[in-house]
């Protein structure tokens, strides 16, 4: 055959192929969430992920410094409060002394230069298990009031020193609200990633095992969006952007790569995806039972969503990825 084009030619060899690659991962485009537990010493596997933990704060600091030594950036912190700590209102959540802020303050004392950003929802927080109040009679989730928790919540991870707060609640008006506070309070220089389309998803189940954090009644499908929209996602995302949030998210990541890219497309700020724990537990699961190489796997996963739009990556991959990029 004569052929004017062959497209195997920028295949032919390991080096051509990475000469012509559109996407190369770095361990800049990560962020490692991070799991918090009460306690001195503690380091506990979740059963629903293994290979991930719970750590108590002592713990949390040696591997922080860990990660940064790997070339891991950004955390993004979790924290799993005590029963007794919980009630309908979430109060534990700004207490300048629970365990998220002193979790801040230790972290950017011993490694100042790791960006820090802060989960804000009331889930671990709350009796209910809702990332919001829950008018009890009705059994419905009150957006305002809960804006005005999480204004309060995200003041103190401010306070305590948090580089970007994180929303992950899906009320409306939040980002204009935080964003109106912490000017206000002199924190214009703390920034806001939003969880901007959060679909109500089945991949968090083994991250609510985590922190205890499940849904004691109901669900979430009347604050996190419907997983059949598409438009929608550009709505919130648009409105978050108009509201200032520096970042926007996409979570979960693979089953919405298509809201990935619509997104990236259609905002001119950094656009991060969440790699969820369903995710992480899929790809684990079937490397056990040898279904999957889990290397390949996990690289080929976040070349995806980076690939998909994404400048930044929640992934509890975060330093397996960098330790296969390293090549070990
Ligand atoms: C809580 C929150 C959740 C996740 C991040 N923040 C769970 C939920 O909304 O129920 C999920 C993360 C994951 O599954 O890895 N607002």
Redesign the pocket.
């Known amino acids: 055959m004569i052929l004017q084009r062959r497209n195997r030619i920028t295949r032919k060899s390991a080096a051509i192929r990475a000469l012509v690659a559109e996407t190369v991962l770095t361990p800049d485009d990560f962020i490692l969430?991070i799991f918090i537990t009460e306690g001195n010493g503690v380091v506990e596997e979740i059963s629903s992920m293994h290979g991930y933990y719970r750590r108590s704060l002592d713990k949390t600091l040696e591997e922080v410094a860990v990660i940064w030594a790997m070339g891991i950036k950004a955390v993004l912190l979790?924290v799993k409060a005590n029963d007794d700590t919980k009630d309908n209102a979430g109060r534990e959540s700004w207490n300048p002394e629970g365990l998220m802020q002193r979790a801040i303050k230790a972290i950017k004392n011993k490694v100042p230069e790791m960006v820090v950003m802060t989960?804000v929802?009331l889930?671990p927080y709350s009796v209910y298990g809702h990332?919001g109040i829950v008018d009890v009679e009705k059994g419905t989730i009150l957006n305002d009031a809960t804006v005005e928790a999480l204004t309060k919540m995200s003041l103190s991870h401010a306070a305590a020193g948090a580089d970007f707060i994180a929303p992950?609640?899906m009320m409306d008006g939040r980002i204009g609200a935080f964003r109106n506070a912490l000017e206000e309070n002199n924190f214009s220089d703390v920034g806001i990633m939003s969880?901007s389309a959060?679909y109500a998803s089945c991949?968090?189940?083994?991250?609510?095992d985590a922190l205890d954090?499940a849904p004691g009644f109901g669900d979430?499908k009347t604050y996190?969006m419907n997983y059949a929209n598409r438009i929608e996602a550009i709505n919130e995302t648009l409105q978050d952007v108009e509201q200032g949030a520096d970042i926007v998210m996409v979570?979960?990541a693979m089953a919405y790569l298509d809201i990935i890219r619509e997104v990236k497309n259609a905002v001119t700020v950094p656009v991060s995806a969440?790699h969820?724990?369903?995710e992480?537990a899929m790809i684990k699961a079937a490397a056990e039972k040898g279904w999957l190489d889990e290397d390949k796997a996990i690289i080929e996963s976040l070349t995806s969503i980076k690939r998909a739009g994404a400048d930044l990556i929640a992934t509890?991959f975060a330093k397996d990825a960098v330790r296969i990029l390293n090549g070990k």
């Open positions: 969430p979790f989960d929802a889930d990332d992950s609640d969880y959060k991949f968090y189940g083994p991250f609510r954090s979430k996190q979570k979960p969440y969820v724990s369903g992480y509890y």
